[in-house]
T-cell receptor, first 113, second 114 residues
Framework: DQQVKQNSPSLSVQEGRISILNCDYT??????FLWYKKYPAEGPTFLIS?????DKNEDGRFTVFLNKSAKHLSLHIVPSQPGDSAVYFC????????????FGSGTQLTVLP | KAGVTQTPRYLIKTRGQQVTLSCSPI?????VSWYQQTPGQGLQFLFE???????NKGNFPGRFSGRQFSNSRSEMNVSTLELGDSALYLC?????????????FGSGTRLTVV
């Protein structure tokens, strides 16, 4: 049972345009959500998060939107840069003392110069 | 400060063998979690250790085990390797106060089972 799904394995965007990465979840108990970015041969690095009580969080070029009724979140990158080319994972986190992240399968973003 | 160190970076083993992977967390971090990354499956949680105790375990067979030492370094062991165990194994450390927000991942160990 995949509790977090990223249905698009890949996305290509022109430099300067907006990148929108999507994520769906089934577990209503997730307390917050995280986005990670991963380059080849490196571990994932934390990008941005959103609490389940919020519907938007912004950090520079990155904005995450949460639609709880649709159990959907999206990461917007504006403007996209070639250095943003990486695999992006969304992850749900249960509340309490749980430190287990439930990840989606990732989306490979390629930003074309 | 030094990041999370995983050794070795690459490993090739034969079916049926066993393997031990090592993870040294960031100094002061007492929680170490392990994840398996395979193509199309994302990162799947294996287990988490805190103060030498396993606190949480994912849905993996008993062939996957781990431990944590008093200096917070952690090892994971996979016995009777199968071809499907070929994956990137990542560990992440965090402190009690930062929780998952403060996860720092290592670069991983790429295990290939032939």
């Amino acid at each position: 049972d995949q509790q977090v799904k990223q249905n698009s394995p890949s996305l290509s965007v022109q430099e300067g345009r907006i990148s929108i990465l999507n994520c769906d979840y089934t577990n209503s108990m997730f307390d917050y959500f995280l986005w990670y970015k991963k380059y080849p041969a490196e571990g994932p690095t934390f990008l941005i998060s959103i609490s389940s009580i919020k519907d938007k969080n912004e950090d520079g070029r990155f904005t995450v939107f949460l639609n709880k009724s649709a159990k959907h979140l999206s990461l917007h990158i504006v403007p996209s840069q070639p250095g943003d080319s990486a695999v992006y994972f969304c992850a749900g986190v249960l509340g309490g003392s749980a430190r287990q992240l439930t990840f989606g399968s990732g989306t490979q973003l390629t930003v074309l110069p | 400060k030094a990041g999370v160190t995983q050794t070795p970076r690459y490993l090739i083993k034969t079916r049926g063998q066993q393997v031990t992977l090592s993870c040294s967390p960031i100094s002061g971090h007492r929680s170490v979690s392990w994840y398996q990354q395979t193509p199309g499956q994302g990162l799947q949680f294996l287990f988490e250790y805190f103060s030498e105790t396993q606190r949480n375990k994912g849905n993996f067979p008993g062939r996957f085990s781990g431990r944590q030492f008093s200096n917070s370094r952690s090892e994971m062991n996979v016995s009777t390797l199968e071809l499907g165990d070929s994956a990137l194994y990542l560990c992440a450390s965090s402190s009690r106060t930062t929780g998952p927000y403060g996860y720092t991942f290592g670069s991983g160990t790429r295990l290939t089972v032939v």
